[in-house]
């Protein structure tokens, strides 16, 4: 099982509240043991801080 997602990728977060927003990935986190899916850093423009996300978070967004 490999990443799916690539630093600097923009990709699209779907949040608790079923909004979408674009975000980049700023850094795969490290695989931790009994993880059955990986996490990412990712920064979502309009906010100031970072979140840590699980992989099926995500979805690829056509925005390079």
């Not at 920064?43 to 970072?50: A, D, S, W």
């Amino acid at each position: 099982m490999s990443f799916k997602f690539a630093v600097g990728q923009t990709v699209e977060y779907k949040s608790v509240s079923g909004q979408p927003s674009l975000c980049t990935i700023v850094k795969r986190m490290p695989e931790e043991h009994g993880q059955h899916s990986f996490r990412y850093r990712i920064k979502i423009e309009q906010e100031k801080f970072e979140r840590n996300v699980f992989e099926y978070d995500l979805t690829a967004s056509g925005k390079p």
